[in-house]
């Protein structure tokens, strides 16, 4: 491993929740309750639910149970790009749903993404939220046709007037539809700010059982009129749905704050965001002290859908992402990474969010998020709540919440399909993007995904 020793002493854990200013754990709950909302899961979907349901209707007694601790899993995991993207994508929406519906999804994930602006600014939450944008940069050629119109591409010396790496040839610029904030500071805003409208917060309270009357959880029962559901990546508390969804790992590297020497060997004084627009693509960013996160590429998949602590590091992956990083920014040699960490998340076959309802519409889930999730959620939370309240509104009537994928197949099955999928899109980057005939027949049913 050449380059063990750049993360060879990487804290193993989440630079987001590496930090004195995380919140103490809250009291478990404690006994039985009624309320007349339960959400289930401390993640964003959870507390945006709990937040918009209580600002909606002050009187409502809502209740929001956490097994572990508040934004522990994706939440705190990821790299705090939060996009007006809902369908991973024009063309992965386009697919789905016809050109026609695009613009109705487009500005709805826009308004949600001004409204999670627009909230962080009346509540206070200092999350570090910065709305620069993304660059989608080339770095095969193949890339530069797949990227867009030749006249929304910017050439390989002005991306790399933006931040300089030799690997790069041409980029997207989208300004507007993007923001860097840090992930777990917006999540404990949002509890706070839940806590102080009255929304009761437990942690370190597993769900057990949904039953139509409530919720049995380690340390009571709590009977509630409507619950929603957060879960996400963790097996859900409906049968129905264990199918929908496979937890795929993801992994980040984070540096050492830069020096003002190092700063300005790379540009980046914009601070936007970044991804690769190959299959298999890295994403990265600068953190409010001048760190890299470097993540993505490597996504992998556990048979039978196992989540264990122990896949949160792999030290095989970490030394791609080291390599990588070093062949993307040959003038940082010798900067070595303070935090090194890995998270599942909840991959669906449209690669886009799912939300409908069950038990007679009193329970409403979300899942599926694939990546997404940061943004994401709060358009699931909504969704959730609307379905609940029984509200006709733009959001209920799009396809986004009308439909939802097709579920995975069982093991070994699933197994097999992701596995042989990863391959072919590993080749299909060595052979300028084509796509063999597994890839172009998931196309032909709506599976397939580029990028």
Not at 383 to 405: C, E, F, H, Q, Y
Request: charged share 25%; net charge negative; with cysteine.
């Amino acid at each position: 491993m050449a380059y063990e020793h750049l993360y060879r002493d990487a804290r193993r854990i989440p630079f987001w929740l590496d930090t004195p200013d995380r919140p103490a754990p809250r009291p478990a709950l404690t006994g039985d309750t009624n309320c007349d909302l339960a959400v289930v899961g401390g993640g964003f979907s959870g507390l945006w639910t709990a937040l918009l349901a209580k600002e909606a209707d002050p009187s409502r007694d809502v209740v929001l149970l956490e097994a572990d601790r508040l934004a522990w899993a994706a939440s705190g995991r990821n790299g705090g790009f939060c996009a007006a993207d809902l369908t991973h994508g024009y063309d992965n929406g386009a697919s789905r749903f016809g050109d026609a519906a695009m613009p109705g999804i487009q500005a709805l994930g826009l308004a949600n993404l001004d409204a999670i602006e627009a909230t962080v600014q009346r509540l206070g939450i200092d999350c570090e939220f910065e709305r620069t944008g993304e660059v989608d940069v080339a770095t095969a050629p193949h890339h530069l046709a797949e990227l867009g119109a030749p006249e929304e591409i910017m050439s390989a010396a002005q991306v790399r007037a933006e931040l300089d790496s030799p690997t790069f040839l041409g980029g997207v610029w989208d300004k507007t539809g993007v923001a860097m904030l840090n992930p777990a500071k917006l999540a404990w805003g949002l509890a706070d700010a839940a806590e102080a409208l009255g929304v009761r917060i437990v942690e370190n309270t597993p769900v057990r059982e949904l039953t139509r009357e409530g919720l049995r959880t380690d340390h009571g029962f709590v009977r509630a009129d409507r619950i929603a559901l957060g879960t996400n990546v963790f097996q859900p508390l409906l049968r129905r749905l264990r199918l929908y969804t496979v937890p795929v790992y993801d992994y980040v590297l984070m540096t050492e704050p830069l020096s003002d020497a190092q700063l300005d060997a790379i540009g980046w004084r914009n601070r936007q965001g970044f991804g690769d627009a190959g299959n298999q693509f890295h994403y990265y960013r600068l953190s409010a002290d001048n760190r890299i996160l470097w993540g993505g590429y490597d996504a992998i998949y556990h048979f039978g859908r196992k989540i264990k602590p122990e896949y949160d590091d792999r030290p095989a992956t970490f030394e791609t992402l080291a390599a990588h990083f070093v062949e993307t920014f040959p003038q940082l040699e010798g900067l070595r990474f303070s935090h090194r960490w890995g998270g599942a998340i909840d991959t669906c076959t449209r690669f886009f969010a799912f939300v409908d309802t069950a038990m007679d519409g009193r329970v409403a889930y979300a899942m599926g998020y694939t990546g997404l999730g940061v943004g994401a959620t709060r358009f699931g939370a909504q969704a959730m709540l609307d379905l609940l309240d029984g509200k006709d509104t733009d959001i209920t009537r799009s396809p986004l919440v009308t439909s939802k994928p097709l579920p995975f197949p069982p093991e070994p099955l699933a197994y097999t399909g992701i596995q042989l999928t990863r391959a072919s899109l590993a080749r299909a980057d060595e052979h300028e993007g084509h796509r063999n005939l597994w890839l172009r027949t998931l196309d032909r049913f709506g599976l397939g995904f580029d990028s």
